[in-house]
């Protein structure tokens, strides 16, 4: 615990020298960081004074097996005092990154059998479509180029993919997207978990834009199983499918954008695995170290790497820290824990819970509606008129006066726009935890 005259230098360092992500920079150099995170353990993450906070988001959809876990922090120590980093360029190898790409193949789903290692979710995406594109370069067909992405997708902030991003902030900040390389079809935005059905009119709206641009000038279509910051999302029966037919009809790669939905979040280790459809190419990120390390991958089919592997010359592509021999050993140990710990029963059960605890809150709370759930991957949107489906005016803050109010509470959520809350907290949960988030959101 630090004294406050303490916090409140570090509260003035941070306003003026620190430029926060995805922040109010005047609000944040007004008021200084809400929290100073020093410490954590499970679900709980401590704010420098000491006071503990339910880590209702696992921060940023990523801190799968919860705070403070020492197996992960010795594996790290353990890889760093025999290499801490190696480089991957040339082929040069390391043990971590050979072991945990050969565990990612037998772990995913179908024939994908190959990494390409990244250091985040941005990356991860604008690697897949950069190989999404030259492997058609080397099938003979260079015309096909664009890529297909859906309303509401959030696929990270590098150029090309806060251009596959389709919310709105994001994908004109700076006016930095790419023109002409993205095209937007319409997602669905229906939840099953409400028992919405597949509409047609969605896989339709990709239909058209394959046939608007021309099947030869599409390289792939990428898709989150479950759109996270663009609302929880949870697409009926049918609809992964169908656009897995859609993509096989005409050529085109299936991009699957896993970075918040791998790794257990949905209750499967993959999200597709839900719809059991398989993809070409496989984004993963976040929750592959449960962020105690900065690594992400793109996962290929056989058929990808094959060709991959035909070219000759240089493939000129590749971080720095691709293969990072650290973030591979923290990643390892990270999925030995999610399989021997049993995580995911662990999610589908409180997945359960957490149903019971939204339709609690629904029931009890006029304005709570669309509550929706998969796995630990939970929302519910605030009207101002459920029957009529009436959204409260933008200047009410909805959603972000819930989230100040719970985090008054040492509840931490986040607003996802105006009017819809999320709830994802560490798998590593249990039933009375689970209940307490609830109690705070009900209060
Ligand atoms: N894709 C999805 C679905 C995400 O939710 C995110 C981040 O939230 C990203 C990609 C970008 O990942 P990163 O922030 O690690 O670059």
Redesign the pocket.
């Known amino acids: 615990v630090v004294k406050d005259s303490k916090i409140q230098e570090l509260i003035e360092l941070d306003k003026k020298h620190y430029i926060h992500p995805t922040t109010d920079p005047k609000l944040l150099a007004e008021e200084g960081p809400p929290i100073i995170f020093a410490g954590g353990e499970g679900i709980y993450a401590d704010h420098v004074n000491g006071d503990r906070y339910i880590d209702g988001m696992s921060m940023?959809?990523n801190v799968n097996l919860g705070h403070g876990v020492a197996e992960l922090a010795d594996a790290a120590r353990e890889q760093m005092m025999k290499i801490a980093y190696a480089s991957s360029f040339k082929g040069f190898s390391n043990e971590p990154a050979i072991e945990l790409a050969k565990k990612i193949a037998d772990m995913t789903p179908g024939d994908l059998e190959a990494v390409f290692y990244t250091s985040?979710?941005?990356?991860?995406?604008d690697t897949a479509f950069k190989l999404a594109r030259f492997y058609w370069e080397i099938k003979g067909k260079p015309s096909k180029k664009k890529i297909i992405a859906v309303s509401n997708a959030?696929?990270?902030?590098?150029i090309g993919?806060q251009t596959a991003t389709a919310l709105q902030a994001f994908h004109e900040f700076s006016g930095s997207n790419i023109p002409g390389l993205f095209v937007h079809a319409t997602a669905h935005l229906l939840n099953a978990e409400q028992g919405d059905k597949n509409d047609p009119q969605y896989e339709e709206s990709i239909r058209a834009a394959i046939e608007r641009e021309g099947a030869d000038n599409i390289a792939a279509i990428i898709i989150?199983p479950v759109q996270?910051?663009g609302g929880v999302n949870i697409p009926p029966e049918g609809y992964l499918q169908a656009v897995r037919k859609l993509a096989d009809e005409h050529d085109i790669l299936f991009i699957a954008?896993e970075?918040?939905c791998g790794f257990g979040r949905t209750g499967t280790m993959f999200g597709v695995e839900n719809w059991n459809v398989v993809p070409d190419l496989m984004?993963i990120?976040?929750g592959i170290t449960s962020g105690y390390s900065q690594l992400?991958a793109v996962v290929m089919n056989k058929e990808f790497r094959d060709t991959l592997v035909s070219f000759e010359g240089v493939l000129a592509h590749g971080f720095t820290y691709s293969g990072h021999p650290t973030a591979c050993a923290v990643a390892l140990k990270n999925i030995e824990m999610l399989e021997r710990d049993n995580v995911l029963d662990n999610v589908k059960a409180m997945e359960k819970v957490m149903r019971d605890g939204l339709a609690y809150l629904k029931e009890k709370h006029d304005i709570v509606t669309n509550t929706r759930v998969i796995g630990l991957l939970a929302a519910f949107d605030l009207r101002e008129d459920r029957e009529n489906d009436k959204t409260f005016a933008p200047e009410v803050k909805a959603a972000p006066t819930i989230v100040d109010e719970c985090f008054d509470r040492k509840l931490i959520l986040r607003p996802l726009g105006m009017d819809r809350i999320a709830i994802a907290p560490p798998l590593i949960i249990n039933k009375e935890e689970v209940e307490k988030i609830i109690a705070i959101i009900d209060e």
């Open positions: 940023l959809w985040g979710g941005s990356e991860s995406n959030y696929h990270g902030v590098t993919a989150e996270g910051a954008d970075v918040i984004s990120a976040k992400g």
